[in-house]
């Protein structure tokens, strides 16, 4: 069966570090993979969208990579702020050549200590 | 920024009743969707549509579930007879000119089904 896997636990890092959190998955073969962000109460914000020939991809302090024969994501924040305090979100291109449906996982909790 | 919004923030209805949920979506995004998120657990897709018509739908998206757009500006999804297990943040997302552009979201409605 297919699965997103990400770490269900909270990740806690002191401000200034780098934070890393993982996204695995299985039985996909998707062809975007795509990073968001969510508040509580809140809609997912779109942050990076990374493609499946791409390796990897910056935005500011963020930066994903994609290893499609690992079947990983990661996704970087460097410099990590207490505002950057959120869930994330991977979330896979579930389509079938119809409209792009993306298939997310339920998330990892990040925390940053001032 | 243009956004999505949603109304209303938050809906309470008995079981069975009939509720809507409506969207606002970017003025010039084509493609629409709705998606669910239970309390705790991952954001869910339930139906894109496009050009006035459904274009996917998850096995989520039953009979009871409808989406219309009745005018050039709002986008709706109705549940006929609400059960408890559909006690969700139902979130509105909506692109633009390809169905793999970035999603925007709104900030959702938060439906409890007593």
């Known amino acids: 069966s297919q699965k997103i896997e990400q770490n269900s636990e909270a990740l806690n890092i002191q401000e200034g570090k780098t934070a890393t959190l993982t996204c695995n998955y299985t039985?996909?073969?998707?062809?975007?993979l795509q990073w968001y962000r969510q508040d509580p109460g809140r809609g997912p914000v779109f942050l990076l969208l990374i493609r499946e020939n791409e390796k990897e991809k910056r935005k500011e302090r963020l930066k994903v990579t994609f290893d499609t024969t690992l079947k990983q994501s990661l996704f970087h924040i460097t410099a990590s702020q207490p505002a950057d305090s959120a869930t994330y979100l991977c979330a896979l291109d579930n389509s079938s050549g119809g409209s792009y449906i993306p298939t997310f996982g339920r998330g990892t909790s990040l925390i940053v200590h001032p | 920024e243009p956004e999505v919004t949603q109304t209303p923030s938050h809906q309470v209805t008995q079981m069975g009743q009939e509720v809507i949920l409506r969207c606002v979506p970017i003025?010039?995004?084509?493609?629409f969707y709705w998606y669910r998120q239970i309390l705790g657990q991952k954001v869910e897709f339930l139906v894109s549509f496009y050009n006035n018509e459904i274009s996917e739908k998850s096995e989520i998206f039953d009979d009871q579930f409808s989406v219309e757009r009745p005018d050039g500006s709002n986008f709706t999804l109705k549940i006929r007879s609400t059960k408890l297990e559909d006690s969700a943040m139902y979130f509105c997302?909506?692109?633009?000119?390809?169905?793999?552009?970035?999603?925007?979201f709104g900030p959702g409605t938060r439906l409890t089904v007593l």
């Open positions: 039985n996909y073969s998707p062809a975007y």
């Open positions: 997302a909506s692109n633009g000119d390809s169905s793999t552009d970035t999603q925007y």
């Open positions: 003025s010039n995004h084509l493609y």
